[in-house]
């Protein structure tokens, strides 16, 4: 019995052992595979920063790349609309700068925390705004439909070396971006090795468990378990990527819907902003309708009236019936002045700067802001610049100052009194010319006045403004060589300042009225042959009659077709042919410049002097050639001077062939 208990105690004391053995080699195990673990996900985590600097390095060169492409793209978009003045060119140039802004920014954002990238991308944000400052110039040009600046300031910044520099930058960021690729595809590859070894040791000693496992059957069935839980968690592993995959799926379909959806609404929003400026200019047309309707009704009854007048006083009281002739006369200048204005105002007319008299201009174009503005709006001139001229474009000028009379109409609501005021000034460089616009209207809040003058910004409600006018004042003085200045305060008012620079040389300011008002005296020195070419029976009459009347020989034709004939025939009568064509330019079947191409292929040496009373015949300059182009309606006298001009010219011609 006492062998017994002791051999109880040697088994207790053996299973104790056993136990405490199982337990320590089991702790031991436990350290060994905790150590090892920790060993694997410090490699796998290594393994996966490689990776995540692997792709921000790939990321950041496709950026350089997408900037270098949208830069690419922006520059032939504005080289097409500077030359060919598309707006679509024009949209696409701002869409592509846009973008590559935008890759800037994501660039600036992957590269912050790398020093001398971070330094290089911040020198490509100053000479992509450099670039864009002189892009930007070129495209407002193009915008007004300036072809030659905008060609010419787009050529300015070809010659630069902002492009140059560009490039540079985005070659010296790729070549460090791959320097630091190639040195993280190193430490990718160090990291791989380094998990590899952690899996193989790791490995091992599994195998080491599961031999040490084989002889207890707790272990056995404890790794048992372990390999059927790891098996249903790799099945529910494997559920969770196919999940997430269908969820990728599915969310690429949506962004592709997304995508469709937000390009069709922005070709709805160009559309609908093309209609919108279109509906604008509409509404400006019919505010000045009601008010050039009246003028003209004022200005035909002057005209009706004078002429029943004097038919009525002819016969007995002949110098009565010369004052209401004359008074007919002025009634029908003045309604020639203000369709001259009109066609002025609507651009028909070309583009030129002149030496313009600011006050003068402002005084004869007051009359039509005062019909734009309407009669609740009080409009006082306070013309202080006597004397002094600027050289600008004076329809440009005319349609900046109705610009600001239409804003300031709109911030009185119809209702208040306006200012046109003009003082000189002097600046640091040059003396200035002020021309400010005052109103009495709710004013602007600082956040207004910083974007006034962008593009398409506006504050009026949806439909009553394109946010175009203050952009255009801006373009105008600038391209004049001047600037805008604007001091507001909210629910006192608004002041615009134009400031304009003073022309060098006095302006000679020519009395179109004082040179209409008589017919040069006498026969002229030289009487002309005269072919008149007008498909218009009415006005080829009183242009023969009028030519006659100036002492010329005058020969009629009503159609431009039959001039070819009439040439060769006035050659073979001996008659020395036509001294000068007088000619319209809208005419059936054959245009004047037409006309005259065929004419002067068989005589070159042909003067021509064209007659219109189209507007937009001023800007087919290349159509017109060198010859001189007279306005309908003239006057006797303007006749008289552009026949003397063309037959001076021709007689110089001939002097010199000689």
Not at 78 to 91: I, P, T
Not at 294 to 321: S, Y
Not at 462 to 481: E, P
Not at 565 to 591: K, N, R
Request: charged share 25%; with cysteine; aromatic share 4%.
């Amino acid at each position: 019995m006492f062998e017994r208990d002791i051999d109880s105690e040697t088994d207790r004391r053996r299973e104790r052992i056993r136990f405490w053995l199982t337990i320590g080699v089991a702790t031991v195990l436990a350290g060994v595979v905790a150590a090892l673990v920790l060993l694997l996900t410090r490699a796998n985590d290594d393994y996966d920063r490689s990776l995540g600097w692997q792709a921000q390095s790939l990321e950041v060169i496709a950026q350089t790349r997408s900037v270098d492409a949208a830069l690419a793209r922006a520059e032939a978009a504005l080289g097409r609309f500077a030359v060919g003045l598309q707006k679509k060119d024009g949209r696409i140039y701002e869409q592509q700068w846009g973008r590559a802004r935008q890759f800037v920014t994501q660039l600036e954002r992957n590269v912050r925390d790398n020093p001398a990238q971070a330094a290089l991308v911040e020198q490509l944000t100053k000479e992509m705004d450099s670039r864009g400052a002189q892009l930007g110039d070129a495209a407002l040009s193009a915008n007004y439909n300036q072809t030659v600046a905008a060609i010419s300031k787009f050529y300015a910044a070809g010659q630069g070396d902002g492009l140059v520099k560009i490039d540079g930058l985005l070659t010296q960021i790729i070549t460090n971006e791959r320097a630091l690729l190639r040195e993280r595809n190193r430490i990718a590859a160090a990291d791989r090795a380094n998990l590899d070894q952690a899996i193989l040791l790791f490995s091992l000693l599994g195998a080491l468990a599961a031999m040490l496992a084989i002889g207890a059957t707790f272990s056995l069935i404890r790794a048992e378990s372990e390999r059927r839980l790891a098996r249903r968690e790799q099945v529910a592993e494997s559920d969770r990527a196919m999940q997430l995959e269908a969820a990728v799926e599915a969310r690429t379909a949506e962004l592709e819907q997304a995508n469709v959806a937000l390009r069709s609404e922005m070709t709805e929003r160009e559309a609908a902003e093309e209609q919108l400026r279109q509906a604008q200019k509409m509404e400006a047309v019919g505010q000045l309708t009601g008010g050039i309707a009246h003028d003209f009704n004022n200005m035909l009854a002057v005209v009706v009236g004078g002429l029943e007048l004097a038919e009525r006083w002819l016969p007995g009281e002949p110098e009565k019936a010369r004052r209401h002739l004359a008074n007919a006369l002025d009634g029908a200048n003045r309604a020639a002045d203000l369709t001259r204005r009109l066609l002025a105002f609507a651009r028909a007319e070309p583009a030129r700067p002149e030496m313009t008299a600011i006050d003068e201009s402002i005084g004869s174009f007051a009359p039509l802001i005062e019909r734009t503005i309407g009669d609740r709006i009080a409009l006082t001139l306070d013309l202080g610049a006597d004397g002094l001229a600027s050289r600008i474009d004076r329809q440009q000028f005319e349609n900046a100052l109705l610009n600001l009379a239409v804003n300031a109409r709109d911030a009185m609501n119809g209702h208040g009194s306006l200012m046109i005021r003009t003082t000189p000034r002097q600046a640091a460089t040059a003396a200035m010319l002020a021309v400010e616009v005052i109103d009495t209207g709710c004013g602007m809040s600082p956040e207004v006045r910083e974007r006034v003058f962008d593009p398409f910004y506006t504050t009026k409600p949806a439909g009553q403004g394109t946010g175009l006018g203050m952009s255009q004042v801006f373009a105008f003085c600038r391209q004049s060589g001047g600037e805008v200045q604007i001091a507001s305060t909210e629910g006192e008012g608004t002041t615009v300042a134009m400031l304009l620079p003073v022309a060098s040389a006095p302006c000679d300011i020519i009395d179109e009225a004082a040179t209409d008002a008589a017919v040069t005296a006498g026969p002229p020195a030289h009487a002309l042959t005269i072919l008149v070419v007008e498909d218009d029976a009415r006005v080829l009459a009183a242009t023969v009659d009028a030519v006659r009347e100036l002492g010329h020989r005058a020969v009629a034709c009503g159609n431009p077709l039959e001039a070819e004939a009439l040439v060769e025939a006035q050659l073979a009568g001996g008659q020395g042919g036509f001294d000068l064509i007088l000619s319209d330019v809208l005419m059936p079947e054959l245009t004047g410049p037409e006309m005259v191409a065929r004419l002067t292929q068989r005589w070159p040496a042909l003067s021509v002097l064209f007659v219109t009373g189209y507007a937009g015949d001023a800007s087919q300059e290349a159509a017109f050639g060198d010859h001189d182009v007279l306005r309908k309606p003239f006057t006797l006298a303007a006749l008289d001077q552009a026949i003397r001009r063309t037959g001076e010219a021709r007689r110089e011609t001939r002097q010199l062939a000689d």
